[in-house]
């Protein structure tokens, strides 16, 4: 799939001046009181735990919403516009949020960077998930892509819940230095938050047991779920590489049918805010069938199973577990 031209250095530079002017369209939200804490987040799973953190005593707002594809995201004026009245950013880190830099150059954001990653022990893709990101970075005339990660470090380390209390605890510290008075109440938030994302983590891992060894091998569309199989036992197999944009060649796709035919694999999951046409497909040349719809780099609209950090791991095990269970 080709990708959107990217937005020239000189239309930012001129983004820049109008957020310096207040010339920018409005925010899509009222100004936060002024005793909360302005926070924007870079996605909406980071929002959620900066909501889970922070409570009432923060405004928080993600750049790119629910049921968003932060690969393919372009930043607006309105994001720069509220980035550069944020007292704290949350982002991710590990190379995730390619399109950041340039946002954070047109909005002259001055305030303290939370880098939710931090302490994570990255992990590092092997060689045959390194040609598959290779592959991802490419458009079919051979142009770079732009929203891609960058290096051979896969950043999607939050679908490893051990993972996500390190995030909460980043979180926690952050909105702890931006706002000292309420410290405690930031770490009382905190520590509830992470011992219920631990319960979850022992829950998840007692019902895999029950599946044999051999049949814990998943396929999904494309490669974010490595953590999750890291931590948890499973095997991944991915179509795509670490880009959801990404559509491999005619022999990496034959590699893949073969994959799903050696192995034995039941079911294929789509992921939200993924093109699902070439899974489709796949499902038509082997028989497999979709598994259902995983949420990875997104959560669902607020209100839905998924609309939260922790239901989104709720919903994705329990399809997993049934398409593994047959």
Known sequence: ????????????????????????????????????????????????????????????????????????????????????????????GLGFEGWLPRLLDAAGFKGLDVVASDGVRPRVLGDEEQALEAHGHETHDHEPHGHGHAGDVDPHAWQDLSNGVIYVRNIARGLAAADPAHADEYRRRAD?????????????????????????????????FGYLGQAYGIRIVSVLGLSSEAEPAAGALARIIDQIRDRGIRAMFLEKAVNPTLMRRITQETGARIGGTLYSDTLDAPGAPAGTYLGMFRWNARLILEAMRG
């Open 1 to 92: 799939m080709r990708r959107r031209p990217a937005r020239s250095l000189s239309a930012w530079s001129a983004a820049a001046v109008l957020v310096l002017c207040g010339a920018m369209l409005p925010r899509a939200h009222a100004q936060a009181p002024s005793d909360r804490i302005r926070v924007v987040a870079t996605f909406s799973i980071l929002a959620d735990m900066v909501r889970e953190v922070g409570g009432d005593r923060i405004d928080i707002q993600a750049i790119v919403g629910p049921n968003g594809d932060a690969h393919a995201f372009e930043p607006t004026p309105r994001d720069a516009r509220a980035l550069g009245a944020a007292q704290v950013l949350v982002r991710n």
């Open 192 to 224: 509830a938050y992470a011992l219920r994302l631990q319960d979850e983590d022992r829950a998840w891992r007692n019902d895999l047991e029950a599946v044999p060894p051999a049949r814990r091998v998943m396929m999904t569309t494309h490669d974010a």
